[in-house]
């Protein structure tokens, strides 16, 4: 196995992300465009770089106005540093809350089919990834 860079980490998870691993929520409240890929992609790109690396998942409200639109998720690494690949989404004046730490759901997950087709395709250009943490 070739090692590899959180760069290089970050690069797959961008060239994999469309709409078909977007959230359907965000689907339906904006649609997905290339413009903006990490729209709709920070609970199963979270838990990706959970896989990787452990830690804390991290969650908080997001807000557009002061009015709740859903959550954010993204990671705290075991170092205790914050890492969010997903957070440019926010391109309309969306806000997020301070975090809290949220347990990874055991099992299948809500969004269990869109989770494995991201890793596929991040496993396609990095080659094979630690196993799901279930």
């Known amino acids: 196995m070739i090692p590899w860079t959180l760069i ?3 690069r797959a998870l961008r060239a994999s992300w469309a709409a078909d691993t977007c959230s359907p929520d965000d689907l339906a409240r ?7 890929p990490a729209w709709g992609h920070c609970d199963i790109t979270a ?3 959970h896989d990787v690396f452990g830690g804390d ?3 908080g409200e997001a ?3 002061g009015v709740q639109h859903g959550f954010h ?12 690949l997903t957070r440019e989404q926010f391109q309309r004046g969306q806000t997020v809350s301070e975090g809290w730490v949220v347990e990874r759901p055991p099992g299948p997950l809500r969004r269990w089919d869109e989770y494995l087709l991201l890793r596929e395709r991040v496993m396609e250009r ?6 799901p943490a279930l």
């Open 73 to 84: 998720m993204w990671n705290r690494l075991p170092s205790g540093v914050e890492l969010d």
């Open 8 to 10: 290089d980490l970050d």
């Open 47 to 49: 838990l990706i770089v």
């Open 57 to 59: 998942l991290m969650a």
């Open 30 to 36: 904006s649609g997905w465009q290339s413009e903006n």
């Open 126 to 131: 990095l080659g094979s990834l630690p196993e």
């Open 63 to 65: 807000h557009v106005d």
